[in-house]
C-alpha cells in the first residue's frame, strides 16, 4: 500500500491557514493511499520552551483538534504525541552515536536560529541534536518519504546522512527518505508577508467567521488604490496573493483582476469574495472541530490507539537496532 509517510508538527498552539494550505491538506491527500504516520513532535516543543513548559499540553491539544477538523483521518492514518512513544527518545540517543558533531555544528538552520531567536538561550546539547531527533522520528517508521516545507530540507539531508552512516556501521536498516514539497510552500498572512503567528499576521482555522472578516477586511491593498475610482494592481496586493491560494475560480479571479485594474469593482467586493471562499474551505473544517471539542473521550481514545500503533511498529525497529549494534536481546 503506497509508501510509508512521516511527518510532524511541534505543538505551537492553534494552527493557521499556512500550516492548513502549506502541509494538512497534503497530509489529509496522502493518507488515502499510503501507510502515514502523523506525529505532535512534543519533546521537539521543549527544545526551545524548556524554560516555560506550561503550553505545551494545552497546545499539543489544540493542535491535535485542528488536525482532525482539517481531515487527518485515524482510520487511515496513525495520529499520536511523540512522548506517548518513548522509542523516539531510545532511537535518538542511538543515532547520536553515530551522528559527528560537525554535521550538527554545520547545520544552516542550527546556525541562523542561535543567531536570530534572542528571547530563549538555545545553546543547549538538545537543541544542536534537533535533527538527530528528527531523524530517530522519520527513521522509527522507516519513513520513505516525508511531507515537509522547503526549509526542512537541510534537516532532511542530515536525516538521510545519518541513516547512511547508520547502515553503513551496523547493516542495512534504515531507508534513506525523500522529501514530498508542497505545492504551497508559502501562504501569506494579512500583511503580504508569510503567514506565521510571530508575525501576527495569521487567520486561524479555528477562528471565528466574524474575527475572519474583520481580518480581511482591515487588510491594506495596492497603496496607489486610496480612492474607490483609482485602479489597482493585483499584483501588489495581498488580498490578490490570497485569493491565489484559495479562490479556486479561475473565471471568478480573471474578472476580480479586471475589476481591479480598471477600478470597477472596489476593494471590499473583492475581500468580500476571498471570505467567501475561505469560509466555504473552512466550514466543514469548523463543525469538525466543533464536534471534536464536545467529544473527549473520543479524542482520548484516538490519541490513545494512535500511540498503541505507533509503538508496535516502533518496537521492532528498535528491535532491529539493538540486535544490529549487538546488545544481548530483550
Ligand atoms: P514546525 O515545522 O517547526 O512545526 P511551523 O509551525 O512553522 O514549524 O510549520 C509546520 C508546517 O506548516 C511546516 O511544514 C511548514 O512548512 C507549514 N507552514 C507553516 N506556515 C506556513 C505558511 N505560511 N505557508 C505554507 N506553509 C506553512
Known amino acids: 500500500m503506497g509508501k510509508r509517510i512521516f511527518s510532524g508538527m511541534r505543538p505551537t498552539g492553534r494552527l493557521h491557514l499556512g500550516h492548513l494550505a502549506g502541509a494538512l491538506t497534503n497530509w489529509v491527500k496522502l493518507q488515502d493511499d499510503n501507510e502515514c504516520f502523523y506525529c505532535i513532535v512534543d519533546w521537539h516543543a521543549l527544545m526551545s ?10 497546545n499539543c491539544k489544540e493542535v491535535f483538534l485542528d488536525w482532525l477538523a482539517a ?25 547520536s552515536m ?36 528528527m531523524a530517530a522520528d522519520i527513521l522509527l517508521y522507516k519513513g520513505e518519504a516525508v511531507p515537509v ?24 536498516i534504515f531507508p534513506e527518505p ?26 486561524d482555522i479555528a477562528d471565528e467567521p466574524e474575527v475572519i472578516w474583520e481580518k480581511l477586511r482591515t487588510m491594506m491593498t495596492d497603496p496607489a488604490r486610496e480612492r474607490r475610482k483609482d485602479p489597482g ?36 467586493e473583492c475581500k468580500k469574495s476571498l471570505y ?15 464536534y471534536y471539542e464536545t467529544h473527549g ?5 484516538i490519541l490513545r490507539e494512535g500511540a498503541k500503533v505507533a509503538k508496535e511498529v516502533a518496537a521492532k525497529t528498535m528491535s532491529e537496532v539493538v540486535e544490529a549494534i549487538g546488545f544481548v536481546e530483550r
Open 71 to 95: 481531515g487527518l483521518d485515524p482510520e487511515k492514518a496513525t495520529i499520536f504525541i511523540q512522548s506517548h512513544v518513548p522509542y523516539h527518545t531510545e532511537l535518538h540517543l542511538a543515532l
Open 233 to 268: 494592481d493585483p499584483a501588489k496586493c495581498p488580498v490578490w496573493d490570497l485569493h491565489k491560494v484559495f479562490n479556486k475560480n479561475a473565471a471568478e479571479k480573471e474578472s476580480l483582476a479586471e475589476g481591479c485594474r480598471t477600478a470597477g469593482i472596489g476593494c471590499v
Open 178 to 203: 525523500e522529501g514530498l514539497f508542497t505545492e504551497t510552500p508559502k501562504v501569506p498572512g494579512t500583511d503580504g508577508r508569510k503567514m506565521s503567528k510571530s508575525y501576527g499576521n495569521s487567520i
Open 49 to 58: 520552551d524548556y524554560a516555560d513548559s506550561s503550553k505545551i499540553k494545552s
Open 98 to 133: 553515530v551522528t559527528p558533531l560537525g554535521w550538527l555544528e554545520r547545520n544552516p538552520t542550527y546556525k541562523d536560529q542561535i543567531l536570530n531567536i534572542q528571547n530563549k538561550d538555545l545553546s543547549t546539547y538538545a537543541f544542536l541534536g534537533y535533527p538527530v531527533l
Open 276 to 290: 467567501g471562499h475561505v469560509m466555504t474551505l473552512l466550514e466543514p473544517i469548523q463543525q469538525r472541530r466543533a
Open 297 to 301: 473521550d473520543e479524542v482520548t481514545d
Open 149 to 172: 516545507g522547503e526549509d526542512q530540507t537541510a534537516h532532511l539531508e542530515l536525516t538521510r546522512e545519518i541513516a547512511r552512516r547508520f547502515n553503513n556501521f551496523y547493516g542495512d
